[in-house]
């Protein structure tokens, strides 16, 4: 009777590399290896499994009309973020045979894509958080405000977008620097081909030579394709308007499985969520 394989669909595709054995390195498929978003947003250190942010409104000062006037005291609006702390995992085996086979030892190259797995996940985690709903102090979901929507779904990303965007911002007086702007390959060829980022007045020769644009109209741009996996658009904020809370940062572990025929076990883990702290501070673009 044949033995079951103990991880369907796992590392039974090592035995492509066997005839390839005679390469000198391991050859990744296409995929985004570092986290892209992560330095975009606040962090904090979770060291509980709900995360809270308090939130302080906005308070004017009060008039003194007289000398000794009685003191008073303002009672500054608070409310709270919450989010939960969940736990990520990769993990794949390599056989002993698998090892002998090659030339090349996989497995510091599977750590490798292991890590980036975690990575694309803390970007997913990010932008989730983002457009979807936030949670406030008594566990009521907060949804995305519609007032901060702009653009047209399937009119592609435009100008007048990205300025509506930034005159959002500008109006809820959100700071100037630190601001994002999180866009995809199709949405960075819309803004490319635009006349205004095209004109040598107002981008330089070398950002269009690398068919890229790094900054604009005051927003850091980042180019990642899972800001439209699931939806299409675009991404602006700042970064204080989105937290990202790490419990336990990006582990990786090989180990030994006696259970699984002494096989080398790759894993990672990450522990984190994110929230949407202002929605004043996050717009979203459809295109």
């Known amino acids: 009777m044949p033995i079951p394989d103990p991880m369907p669909g796992g590392s039974s595709t090592i035995d492509k590399a066997f005839v390839e054995a005679f390469k000198s390195n391991c050859i990744h498929l296409s995929q985004q290896h ?10 904090m250190v979770v060291k509980a499994e709900v995360a809270n942010v308090e939130r ?6 009060v008039e003194r009309t007289q000398r000794h006037t009685p003191t008073v005291v303002l009672d500054i ?7 939960p702390m969940q736990d990520w995992y990769w993990a794949d085996l390599i056989d002993r045979e698998d090892e002998v086979r090659m030339l090349i030892h996989p497995k510091s190259e599977y750590a490798k894509a292991a890590a980036w797995a975690m990575n694309r996940r803390i970007d997913r985690t990010i932008i989730e958080a983002a457009t979807g709903d936030a949670t406030d102090g008594d566990g009521n979901a907060v949804p995305f405000n519609p007032s901060m929507i702009v653009g047209s779904a399937g009119a592609g990303l435009t100008l007048d977008a990205i300025l509506e965007a930034k005159e959002k911002l500008d109006a809820n007086e ?16 819309d803004l490319l081909s635009t006349t205004e980022v095209s004109s040598s007045d107002f981008n330089t020769i070398k950002a269009l030579v690398r068919g890229e644009v790094s900054t604009w109209l005051g927003f850091s741009i980042i180019h990642t394709e899972l800001v439209a996996e699931d939806t299409a658009q675009a991404l ?6 989105l937290r990202l809370g790490v419990g336990l940062d ?16 790759v894993f990672a883990s990450w522990t984190g969520g994110a929230t949407r702290v202002e929605e004043e501070k996050v717009v979203q673009i459809l295109i």
């Open 34 to 43: 570092p986290s892209r978003l992560r330095s975009t947003v606040t962090e």
């Open 56 to 61: 302080l409104g906005v308070q004017e000062a």
């Open 77 to 83: 609006p608070h409310s709270r973020r919450r989010f």
């Open 174 to 189: 959100v700071d100037s620097a630190n601001r994002y702007l999180v866009l995809n390959s199709k949405a960075m060829s």
């Open 236 to 241: 602006a904020y700042h970064k204080s308007g």
């Open 250 to 265: 990006i582990t990786a572990k090989i180990d030994v499985r006696p259970d699984v025929s002494y096989a080398t076990q």
